[in-house]
T-cell receptor, first 113, second 114 residues
Framework: NAGVTQTPKFQVLKTGQSMTLQCAQDMNHNSMYWYRQDPGMGLRLIYYSASEGTTDKGEVPNGYNVSRLNKREFSLRLESAAPSQTSVYFC????????????FGQGTRLTVV | GDSVTQMEGPVTLSEEAFLTINCTYTATGYPSLFWYVQYPGEGLQLLLKATKADDKGSNKGFEATYRKETTSFHLEKGSVQVSDSAVYFCALSDRGGATNKLIFGTGTLLAVQP
């Protein structure tokens, strides 16, 4: 069972470069999420998509864009990377309803130099 | 907006000690509440959940009770093991409309020593 698959696992960018983090789920979930994890800050929500065709800002959306390409895929784009975006990024998906479990990818460790 | 506050770590315990990690929440409605665990180098995985007031979630010896009157969902375990060393996250999922928003606390690192 693949679950939630994120690519790449590691990435080093130079300041100002752009990149897209990919996420795909095979559980037919409606909702998908992007979080960043920083020491002492826990998981902070960047963007989420409650269903195909919709996206909403989370707590820390500045500097990021997202695309819900179809029900399976939800990508996160950094247009002009900054050192402050050095972090571990997690994608998650969740079924409909507040009581359903979220499933997480293995994370992408991004370093911006 | 909705938020989750959990006790800061790290929490360091000896094997077989009693564990409590405090979690309180703020929400406009009646959210579902979760505890997730993250082992080193991995993503998060669900530990337990509760969906309404007075529900008790339990799994692998861990328990947490949804207390609406104190807006709390504290995690407890009677006797921890070295293998329980991980980061624990409290989370809530709102019931409002179709947003299905999922909010996490800052996480609490638990280190269990033999």
């Amino acid at each position: 069972n693949a679950g939630v698959t994120q690519t790449p696992k590691f990435q080093v960018l130079k300041t100002g470069q752009s990149m897209t983090l990919q996420c795909a789920q095979d559980m037919n979930h409606n909702s998908m999420y992007w979080y960043r994890q920083d020491p002492g800050m826990g998981l902070r929500l960047i963007y989420y998509s409650a269903s195909e065709g919709t996206t909403d800002k989370g707590e820390v959306p500045n500097g990021y864009n997202v695309s819900r390409l179809n029900k399976r895929e939800f990508s996160l784009r950094l247009e002009s990377a900054a050192p402050s975006q050095t972090s571990v990024y997690f994608c998650a998906s969740k079924g409909t309803g507040s009581n359903t479990e979220a499933f997480f990818g293995q994370g992408t460790r991004l370093t911006v130099v | 907006g909705d938020s989750v506050t959990q006790m800061e770590g790290p929490v360091t315990l000896s094997e077989e000690a009693f564990l409590t990690i405090n979690c309180t929440y703020t929400a406009t409605g009646y959210p579902s509440l979760f505890w997730y665990v993250q082992y080193p180098g991995e993503g998060l995985q669900l530990l337990l959940k509760a969906t309404k007031a007075d529900d008790k979630g339990s799994n692998k010896g861990f328990e947490a009770t949804y207390r609406k009157e104190t807006t709390s969902f504290h995690l407890e375990k009677g006797s921890v093991q070295v293998s329980d060393s991980a980061v624990y996250f409290c989370a809530l999922s709102d019931r409002g409309g179709a947003t299905n928003k999922l909010i996490f606390g800052t996480g609490t690192l638990l280190a269990v020593q033999p």
